[in-house]
């Protein structure tokens, strides 16, 4: 029985400005998964968390994937699955991506690596329907492919890696909740043409910033004026977190994902771990408890612990 254990990372999907398709791996928290290759076609799923999500894998994200996969390859084989689960549900740091995600990669390293990235990206794409009813693939792409990637199209699939820049990201979840399909929900369906403009210069201003590795250029790319106004108002302290960590030195940033998790960027640990004070204190003052992780930009994604024949 072949056997594998990986090391899935939180992600921060969107990057303020570019919701939908861009995404970046970091390395706290992470989720832990143990995959095993069965001799007959069952899927077993089992968590050792306290989530009280579902294990029947046709209602469990990474249920779907192995199932989805199965079938397309017409597999006569199964796979037990056991995940380890510190990314907490509906926390805005990629929880369903990184159970999609690793089901798909460690199933493909089972099955002898015969999948594509894309390929992996696709079959990771029915957890994150199953979660969220879209299919969305800004928090999976940088599970898989590391670093930060662009989503040109999730129709055909086309990712694109882009550059790891060398700074510090800051990330807090306070503890309320804020479901993905109710954040969703409240967006514009409408929106006016000199916004859309604007917002397609931030994202190609960040882009092209983080190409070049042009520091202040990404700075003065990290601006939403479509998602954020709205997404923010589901979010206590947003403001305030925000007009601090910049004045503390963060070069940007904004809402992780859907919520409730904040993240900001910055140059300097110092600068990073000063930020992660201030965001805990700003939530410790108005009794919401929070986790405050602080890392680099994880440039691999999700990472092999052990692999057993």
């Known amino acids: 029985m072949k056997k594998i254990k990986i090391q899935v990372p939180a992600t921060v999907a969107n990057l303020v400005c570019g919701f939908d398709i861009l995404g970046m791996a970091i390395h706290e928290p992470y989720d832990e998964m143990e995959l095993k290759l069965l001799d007959s076609p069952e899927i077993i799923i089992r968590h050792t968390d306290h989530f009280g999500l579902p294990e029947e894998p046709s209602k469990n994200v990474a249920g779907v994937v192995l199932l989805n996969i199965q079938q397309h390859l017409k597999l006569t084989t199964g796979f037990e699955v056991i995940i380890h689960k510190h990314i907490k549900p509906g926390s805005g740091l990629g929880s369903s991506a990184a159970s999609a995600a690793g089901a798909a990669l460690g199933a493909n390293i089972l099955l002898g ?12 794409m029915y957890g994150e329907e199953l979660a969220s009813g879209v299919r969305h693939a800004d928090n ?4 898989i492919y590391g670093g930060i990637t662009l989503v040109k199209s999730s129709s055909p699939i086309d990712i694109i890696p882009l ?8 990330a807090v979840h306070p503890q309320v909740e ?3 399909s ?4 409240i967006l514009k369906k409408n929106i006016l043409l000199k916004d ?3 917002q397609w210069g931030n994202i190609a201003g ?28 589901l979010i206590p302290q947003f403001n305030e977190i925000k007009t601090k960590s910049l004045q503390a030195g963060a070069l940007g940033g904004g809402i992780s994902g859907s919520g409730p998790s904040i993240f900001m960027l910055a140059e300097k640990k110092e600068t990073a771990e000063s930020i992660a004070r201030l965001m805990k204190s700003a939530y410790n003052e108005i009794d919401i408890e929070s986790f405050v992780y602080v890392s680099k930009i994880n440039p691999s994604g999700i990472k ?4 057993d024949e």
Do not use: W, Y
């Open 113 to 124: 690596n015969i999948l594509s990235d894309e390929e992996m990206v696709h079959f990771a």
């Open 178 to 180: 804020v479901k993905t």
């Open 182 to 185: 109710d954040a969703r929900q």
């Open 304 to 307: 092999i612990i052990k692999e």
């Open 140 to 143: 999976i792409a940088p599970c």
């Open 163 to 170: 550059n790891t820049p060398d700074l510090f990201v800051t």
């Open 196 to 198: 859309a403009v604007e």
């Open 206 to 233: 960040l882009v092209a910033g983080i190409l070049k590795n042009d520091i202040p250029l990404m700075g003065r790319s990290l601006n939403d004026v479509l998602i954020e106004p709205v997404r923010s108002i």
